[in-house]
């Protein structure tokens, strides 16, 4: 198994969500964490800082793949 490089676009958690508040009518696709523990008060702003000097977030989980 070769490493990958850790990024939202390639998370588990990530997901793709419209955004009306800058373009009400059309709405831009929007990348969003459904993890529960990102989204919770537990999960700090010195977290948050930490994680995007890293590069990735500390939740980071590789998309599963389906086995062939």
């Known amino acids: ?11 588990q958690y990530s997901c793709l969500q419209k955004d009306t508040t800058q373009h009400p ?14 989204t919770s008060a537990e999960y700090t702003e010195e977290m948050y800082l930490e994680d ?7 939740f980071w989980t590789p998309i599963k793949r389906k086995e062939e």
């Open 1 to 11: 198994m070769h490493e990958c490089e850790k990024t939202c676009g390639n998370c």
């Open 25 to 38: 009518t059309i709405g831009l696709l929007r990348q969003h964490c459904r993890n529960q523990r990102y």
């Open 52 to 58: 995007q000097a890293r590069g990735y977030c500390r």
